[in-house]
């Protein structure tokens, strides 16, 4: 099956409605007006993503139900931020219904503008998805900023490209709404029965820069795993984050999901052997700031 990919004209129209894209799918291009883009883009670089390992360190003891440190994949492959709630990658991420016990720690809330527009984001929503697509409760309250691009070696200065996301699926309930900044990004959905099995591409979409794409529904939500693919090696854009060293940004793309408030849990209500797998992190977020320095 040959996938499809739907070519936009920005001019004619931003929306890409349903008479274009799958039931399920809502599709934007040039989302900011000028004025918008670069006040995002500014915040965006200001922030201190870190660095975070894929595993338990394995300085505790034995810790139940957890993943320890193997010798493959310890570090992402990109740096990110959380807003909302924080899920470490070595404590896995929230998952409807076993995985949900001290995932997602209170983390510093969206800035007003941020709020603003995902206002108009769920009310956008709301009013052209299916109602069935939507839970109850549900609004974004969830952001995941990834920022994409190459490490740099310090001494050479040769550029390894790293921006890319392996097929996987965002398993918070209801619609998960992606803005995307900087290269232009080739985002699949594919269809695969285990992880050694070959993936078939369902559908596949260009993203450019400044577009929001919501995905919802059973097919797009549930049954079919999303990737990254690939990020335009060509484009000029390249972000101005000076303090992630021997690192190029070229794409950052937020992801807004919903997660119950009851699945949140308080740094001081971590359990103790858990603290010490992300305080290293927690030190590192205090360091720039506010939310984070007050945790301890």
Known sequence: MKPKIKKINPTANNISRSMNLPIGLLLEQNYFNSIDYSKWIKWLCSLH?????????????????????????????????????????????????????????????????????????????????????????????????????????????????QARLGEHKDHEPGPVASLSFGAKTLFQFVSSSHKQANSQVIYQQWLEDNSLLVFSGEKFKNKLFHRVQRVDRKSPIAFNCTHLKNY?????????????????????????????????????????????????
């Open 49 to 161: 993503p870190i660095w975070e390992s894929r595993y338990l360190s394995s300085t505790t003891n034995e810790i139940s139900n957890y993943v320890f440190m193997s010798d493959e994949n310890r570090k992402l492959l990109r740096p990110v931020y959380w807003m909302g709630n924080w899920q470490f990658a070595c404590l896995g991420y929230f998952q409807l219904p076993n995985g949900t016990k001290n995932r997602c720690m209170r983390a510093e809330p969206y800035p007003d503008f941020v709020q603003k527009k995902i206002d108009q984001i769920e009310a956008k929503v709301k009013a052209t998805l299916p109602p069935a697509f939507i839970p109850r409760k549900w609004h974004l309250n969830t952001l995941l900023i990834n920022y994409y691009g190459s490490s740099i070696d310090p001494e050479t200065g040769k550029k390894i490209d």
């Open 248 to 296: 190029e940004v070229r794409r950052i793309n937020l992801t807004f999901r919903y997660v119950p408030e009851e699945f949140y849990v308080d740094y001081k209500d971590m359990p103790q052997e858990l603290k010490l797998e992300i305080d290293p992190y927690i030190d590192e977020l205090a360091k720039n700031t506010n939310f984070f320095s007050k945790l301890k």
